[in-house]
């Protein structure tokens, strides 16, 4: 099993749609949680941290539930300019070795048409 | 832009031959990750450094090896190159000493290796 598994995709969506994306992670002693966005051929860039109470950023809602491991990520409105892929990112507990890693899902492609 | 560099942009080798990739971090940013990501991948772990000491390696052979250097830019070095080593080559700097457990990476734009 995977890591961090996310919805295969591709979503396609029209402008001003919802759309959510689902991760769910295997390691229960997972520290920290994000969303990161990729645009085709560009490097990773984040687009919010992701805690237990939920956060939300303008038209981004990202909420966590630890007991089932899932992460999701909730878009309202779309615009064009939100196509890119969105990687799901975990890091792991500090055991005093290797820490800080990133560990990504695969991603799930978005494109938003007019 | 997260003043993270990387180069060359692009780079085509040969199978068996050996490739050097270079990361400048941001000012101020004493860790730098180094990571591969494949063609519709998301992108994996190698190995970290902080304070030019190797602090942590994914699960990649020893023939991928690293270095960081004392103004905490760094190589990544790649001997015996595989057809499967074809992929976006992405470094990460952030602020955070060795053992924070959260803090942001910044990525640079990558370095895409061709192997043929």
């Known amino acids: 099993r995977k890591e961090v598994e996310q919805d295969p995709g591709p979503f396609n969506v029209p402008e001003g749609a919802t759309v959510a994306f689902n991760c769910t992670y295997s390691n229960s002693a997972s520290q920290s949680f994000f969303w990161y966005r990729q645009d085709c051929r560009k490097e990773p860039k984040l687009l919010m941290s992701?805690?237990?109470s939920g956060n939300e950023d303008g038209r981004f809602t990202a909420q966590l539930n630890r007991a089932s491991q899932y992460i999701s990520l909730l878009i309202r409105d779309s615009k064009l300019s939100d196509s890119a892929t969105y990687l799901c990112v975990v890091t792991p507990r500090y055991y005093g070795g290797s820490q800080g890693n990133l560990i990504f899902g695969k991603g799930t492609k978005l494109s938003v048409k007019p | 832009e997260t003043g993270v560099t990387q180069s060359p942009t692009h780079l085509i080798k040969t199978r068996g031959q050996q490739v050097t990739l270079r990361c400048s971090s941001q000012?101020?940013?004493?860790?730098v990750s180094w990571y591969q990501q494949a063609l519709g991948q998301g992108p994996q772990f190698i190995f970290q450094y902080y304070r030019e000491e190797e602090n942590g390696r994914g699960n990649f052979p020893p023939r991928f090896s690293g270095l960081q250097f004392p103004n905490y830019s760094s190589e990544l070095n790649v001997n015996a190159l595989e057809l499967d080593d074809s992929a976006l080559y992405l470094c990460a700097s952030s602020p955070g000493a060795a053992y924070t457990l959260t803090y942001e990476q910044y990525f640079g734009p990558g370095t895409r290796l061709t192997v043929t």
């Open positions: 000012s101020g940013h004493n860790t």
């Open positions: 992701v805690y237990s």
